[in-house]
């Protein structure tokens, strides 16, 4: 087993950088304390925003989980097929 092929999705900047953006646009510390209005869909604005922002993070996780990680068993299930 090649030890390069194991990805290591830890060591990618550009995951954690995602990651963080995610994150600050989440908490809504960009608004005013007073932001209540406009109302969408029955959600100020700073709730929705952060609401949409939360969706967009696990759907990221998600992503990453799926395409980013290379487990370690999977291979090993191969090479017990491949004998």
């Known amino acids: 087993m090649k030890q390069n092929q194991i990805k290591e999705p830890i060591r990618k900047v ?11 646009a989440i908490v809504p510390w960009y608004f005013p304390s007073s932001a209540v209005e406009p109302i969408i869909l029955g959600f100020p604005l700073w709730a929705f925003i952060s609401t949409v922002f939360s969706i967009l993070l696990c759907g990221y996780l998600s992503w990453l989980c799926v395409t980013q990680w290379n487990i370690v068993e999977d291979e090993e299930e191969q090479m017990k097929g491949g004998e």
């Open 14 to 24: 550009w995951i954690w950088i995602g990651l963080l953006l995610l994150v600050l």
